[in-house]
């Protein structure tokens, strides 16, 4: 059993920021990826950040480099990902989910899924 639960989208001004926390239950946090995928209207659904189990290796989408940071912090079961600098096309839900293994995938597979946050960025 594994339940994953995000918080902190909302809606900024484009150049504002976010930070998205993705809360994780029933099973061991630190042996695991995570990763934060985000779905546009009328887009494929796509990974915009990685993180190793024990956060030594992080994997960022072009689209996101250099603008968002994705953190772990293991004893409290949660992964987060801060959002700088946001563009009107970060628009989207933002979902986080787990592998069942402590590296990072890119193409898959994620086992477990939160529900999304929205997050929505005006000019």
């Known amino acids: 059993q594994v339940q994953l639960v995000e918080s902190g989208g909302g809606m900024v001004q484009a150049g504002g920021s976010l930070r998205l926390s993705c809360v994780a239950s029933?099973?061991?946090?630190?042996?695991?990826?995570m990763g934060w995928f985000r779905q546009a209207p009328g887009k494929e659904r796509e990974l915009v950040a990685g993180i190793s189990g024990r956060g030594g290796a992080t994997y960022y989408a072009e689209s996101v480099k250099g603008r968002f940071t994705i953190s772990r912090d293991n004893a409290k079961n949660t992964v987060y990902l801060l959002l700088n600098n946001l563009k009107t096309e970060d628009t989207a839900v933002y979902y986080c989910a787990s592998t069942e293994g402590p590296q990072i995938r890119v193409g898959g597979p994620y086992a477990f899924w939160g529900q999304g946050t929205q997050v929505t960025v005006s000019s």
């Open positions: 029933g099973r061991t946090f630190s042996s695991y990826a």
